[in-house]
């Protein structure tokens, strides 16, 4: 794991955060569906947040800054930031 997931998975360890559970359809091959609240990792800088409000968000993101990692985007229910080798 890289060093800015690192400081995300602290930071979401600190609110008490954890990862989505999924379950998995079984009828249709790929498809899952998300239960709680939580946070999911899409892709390369892309963390999606299911069940917060926009001020949650927008606070996890103040937090992501101060702790050194580079926002880029808050959307109403992710943070994109720039993932750096």
Do not use: C, P
């Not at 954890?18 to 999911?40: A, C, E, F, N, P």
């Not at 927008?58 to 985007?73: C, P, S, T, Y």
């Amino acid at each position: 794991m890289n060093a800015i997931k690192k400081i995300i998975n602290g930071i979401f360890r600190k609110n008490g955060i954890v990862s989505l559970t999924t379950q998995s359809s079984g009828m249709i091959k790929g498809w899952s569906t998300y239960h709680g609240k939580g946070y999911k990792y899409e892709y390369r800088g892309l963390v999606s947040l299911k069940g917060f409000t926009k001020e949650e968000i927008e606070d996890l993101a103040k937090q992501f800054k101060e702790a050194g990692v580079i926002v880029d985007r808050i959307g109403s229910n992710s943070i994109e930031y720039t993932e750096i080798n």
